[in-house]
């Protein structure tokens, strides 16, 4: 049997003045928030033209809101229903974890409607552009979840160069699954909605640029579960699927019918 990589032990804590505390959860949210903010300033003029500028730095309010309340209210309704409704001081309990990206995505979701009806501007366009950075928020998202110690894989096989020993895993080597979904659903997403971005024929087709996104975390999602670990209040779901994958497939349906549409429209 190989040597095992064992956990690094992080502190969870970046940074901590008397009592208030900076966790890389935290910060990883910050960052995505602000980078992505800035990159959209730079989007929105391109052709077509979406939104402008002033529009942008007021949505980021929204975009926080979105993904914190949306984030929060999925982990409790989709997650922890039962606990939480028996004890719903700790919804508000946001330093302890708990964040589900799909309940993310549907604040954003409903933050991008109202704001976009509000201010006169194409909803899809707007999408679009922010579904090229989303992918941001999520790498850093699971390299915080890394840091953390948290959402460990499955057990890896005993010849696996890079399995890892977690704190909280038990003994055995586990796939470090945080790092395989920052690659998936971060890095590679990314790239792939920036190159398609490129393309102003692409651009013009509204509502196309979010449903790769869609359909292309779905995907990354769904695969990435089968190396981690389901949650232990949850376990394996319908025939052995865990939540994280019954929750990539209505988004990945999702995203080919806005991809379809998209291309209906401009035919």
Known sequence: MLPVLMFPQFDPVVVAIGPLSIRWYALAYITALLLGWRLVRRMVGWSPVVANVTQVDDFLTWATLGVVLGGRLGYVLFYQPSFFFEHPGQIFALWQGGMSFHGGMLGVTIAIILFCRMQNIPVLGFADRIAIVSPMGL???????????????????????????????????????????????????FTVTLLLSRNEKIRARFGCITGVFLVGYGIAR???????????????????ATMGQLLSLPMILAGLGFIWWSGRKTA
């Open 139 to 189: 790498g850093l998202g699971r390299i915080a979840n890394f840091i953390n110690g948290e959402l460990w894989g499955r057990e890896a096989p005993s010849d696996l160069p890079w399995a890892m020993i977690f704190p909280s895993g038990g003994e055995i080597p586990r796939h470090p699954s945080q790092i395989y979904e920052a690659l998936l659903e971060g890095l590679i997403l």
């Open 222 to 240: 769904i695969v990435s579960e089968f190396f981690r670990e389901p949650d232990a209040f949850l376990g394996f779901l319908f025939q052995g």
